[in-house]
């Protein structure tokens, strides 16, 4: 009787440092959402001033998401993600010497190009390290551990800064710690393939799926840009970020000036809408994956997005036009996790489309979902100091949540985009 050897679980330790990393790239963006109104204070800061913050770090964000995703594609993620993990972190710290206006600009400039490594890195390495199968649920895994980071960085944060003895200055020094460690320990432990780890066995080769390396191809340009489905994919993740971004930046100043709370009330019902996120992007991950298994990708990727989308623009736009504080603050929670359902899928879509250059096709989507990201902090403050209305801008966010449902319906995610043949196969 022969026994079959045992897949390894290296792969698992793949995941696990994804989610970590995830978990700490919310932990150092998310922070400044809390710490808002006493920089204000400090530096002098208008609504329509702090809003330029915001979208400075989304901005470069979506700038650099598509050169962040090809150097994931040519390099490999081991040097990438150690490079940007350890440079957003610096920037952290950075963040807490801060002077004035000009300075935060630029520091949160800065900051965002070197946060915009993380997905494009992470879905390289899924890429060569996960089956084909497990991709949907890996991402919804990944976004939702990012979420549940970024909802604790708020109470801890709204914690800190009613302490004795803290300042927001010192909170971006202390955050920008974990990612260093996190650096370090990928860069001894990681490596771009799975065929190149001591670690892994036959067996989970197998399992994986994962063909040997091969000469990384140039990318197709053409294909790309022509290619439907990504560019549905790219608004579609426009209109999904846009609203994702007000619970990232503006919700706790909303809940403390808008609806009345205080600073530790607005501490706990500012994670709700986070952790309601974590939960829609980790179910729809994993519905995702099964809607695929019974019915294909086209429809198994889709009919998440389709369902989440409209009803999350009803919950919005009954946050926003209800007069009770506490049902505003659980409808917008709500809302935020059902605009999730399209978020884990859209990923596990560019890798299923987009193949050896997953980097560059995921970079491209995210580039236009920070960009929608970019705008959203933006129009909110300069709505504030044009009109004094919060409902102004969060009403576009209903909007756009039925665009994005709108564009999942020509999404195709079981046709990849046609690459060309090496030189040498074509000859054959």
């Given at each position: 009787?022969v026994?079959?050897?045992?897949?390894?679980?290296?792969?698992?330790?793949?995941?696990?440092?994804?989610?970590?990393a995830?978990?700490i790239?919310?932990?150092?963006r998310?922070?400044?959402?809390?710490?808002?109104?006493?920089?204000?204070?400090?530096?002098?800061?208008n609504?329509?001033?702090?809003?330029l913050?915001?979208?400075?770090?989304?901005l470069?964000?979506?700038?650099?998401?598509?050169?962040?995703?090809?150097?994931?594609?040519?390099?490999?993620?081991?040097?990438?993600m150690?490079?940007?993990?350890?440079?957003?972190?610096?920037?952290?710290?950075?963040t807490?010497?801060?002077?004035?206006?000009?300075?935060?600009?630029?520091?949160?400039?800065?900051?965002?190009?070197?946060?915009?490594?993380?997905?494009p890195?992470i879905?390289?390495?899924?890429?060569?390290?996960?089956?084909?199968?497990?991709?949907?649920?890996?991402?919804?895994?990944?976004?939702?551990?990012?979420?549940v980071?970024?909802?604790?960085?708020?109470?801890?944060?709204?914690?800190?800064?009613?302490?004795?003895?803290?300042?927001?200055?010192?909170?971006?020094?202390?955050?920008?710690l974990?990612?260093?460690?996190?650096?370090a320990?990928?860069?001894?432990?990681?490596?771009?393939?799975?065929?190149h780890?001591?670690?892994?066995?036959?067996?989970?080769?197998a399992?994986?799926?994962?063909?040997?390396p091969?000469?990384?191809?140039?990318?197709?340009?053409?294909?790309?840009?022509s290619?439907r489905?990504?560019?549905l994919?790219?608004?579609?993740?426009?209109?999904?970020?846009?609203?994702?971004?007000?619970?990232?930046?503006?919700?706790?100043?909303?809940?403390?000036?808008?609806?009345?709370?205080d600073l530790?009330?607005?501490?706990?019902?500012?994670?709700?809408?986070?952790?309601?996120?974590?939960c829609?992007?980790a179910?729809?991950?994993?519905?995702?994956d099964?809607?695929?298994?019974?019915?294909?990708?086209r429809?198994?990727?889709?009919l998440?997005?389709?369902?989440?989308?409209?009803?999350?623009?009803?919950?919005?736009?009954v946050a926003?036009l209800?007069?009770?504080?506490?049902?505003?603050?659980?409808?917008?929670?709500?809302?935020?996790?059902?605009?999730?359902?399209?978020?884990a899928?859209?990923?596990?879509?560019?890798?299923?489309?987009g193949?050896?250059h997953?980097?560059?096709?995921?970079?491209?989507?995210?580039?236009?979902g920070?960009?929608?990201?970019?705008?959203?902090?933006l129009?909110?403050g300069?709505?504030l100091?044009?009109?004094n209305s919060?409902?102004?801008?969060?009403?576009?966010?209903?909007?756009?949540?039925?665009?994005?449902?709108?564009?999942?319906?020509?999404?195709?995610?079981?046709?990849?985009?046609?690459?060309k043949?090496?030189?040498?196969?074509?000859a054959?």
């Amino acid at each position: 009787m022969v026994l079959r050897e045992r897949p390894s679980r290296a792969r698992h330790v793949v995941l696990g440092f994804a989610l970590l990393a995830t978990a700490i790239s919310y932990l150092d963006r998310i922070c400044i959402s809390m710490t808002a109104p006493f920089m204000q204070a400090e530096l002098g800061l208008n609504d329509a001033q702090m809003g330029l913050v915001f979208s400075a770090f989304t901005l470069a964000y979506a700038l650099f998401e598509v050169p962040a995703g090809w150097l994931a594609d040519r390099f490999g993620p081991r040097w990438m993600m150690t490079r940007v993990v350890v440079w957003w972190s610096l920037f952290t710290a950075l963040t807490g010497l801060a002077g004035g206006l000009a300075s935060l600009l630029v520091l949160r400039f800065l900051f965002g190009a070197g946060e915009a490594g993380v997905f494009p890195g992470i879905s390289r390495a899924f890429s060569r390290w996960l089956p084909a199968t497990a991709r949907g649920n890996a991402f919804g895994l990944a976004i939702m551990t990012g979420l549940v980071g970024g909802a604790l960085t708020q109470k801890l944060t709204a914690h800190l800064l009613s302490a004795e003895g803290w300042h927001w200055r010192t909170v971006f020094f202390v955050y920008a710690l974990p990612g260093l460690v996190w650096a370090a320990a990928w860069f001894a432990w990681f490596r771009d393939d799975p065929h190149h780890h001591r670690g892994v066995n036959a067996a989970e080769l197998a399992l994986i799926g994962s063909p040997p390396p091969e000469r990384h191809r140039g990318v197709p340009w053409r294909a790309l840009l022509s290619n439907r489905s990504l560019l549905l994919l790219c608004v579609m993740y426009f209109s999904v970020i846009y609203g994702w971004y007000f619970f990232l930046t503006w919700m706790p100043k909303y809940l403390l000036e808008a609806r009345g709370f205080d600073l530790k009330a607005t501490g706990w019902l500012a994670m709700l809408p986070l952790l309601a996120m974590a939960c829609g992007v980790a179910a729809a991950g994993a519905l995702s994956d099964r809607l695929v298994a019974r019915w294909g990708r086209r429809w198994g990727r889709r009919l998440p997005g389709l369902l989440g989308l409209p009803l999350a623009a009803g919950f919005i736009v009954v946050a926003i036009l209800t007069p009770e504080a506490r049902t505003s603050a659980f409808c917008f929670a709500a809302g935020a996790g059902l605009a999730t359902f399209g978020v884990a899928p859209a990923w596990a879509a560019c890798l299923d489309i987009g193949g050896p250059h997953a980097g560059v096709v995921t970079g491209a989507m995210n580039t236009f979902g920070n960009l929608g990201g970019t705008t959203l902090p933006l129009l909110v403050g300069l709505c504030l100091d044009w009109w004094n209305s919060w409902n102004i801008s969060l009403l576009t966010v209903a909007g756009f949540y039925l665009v994005s449902a709108l564009c999942w319906l020509g999404i195709r995610a079981d046709e990849p985009i046609r690459l060309k043949q090496p030189r040498t196969e074509m000859a054959g």
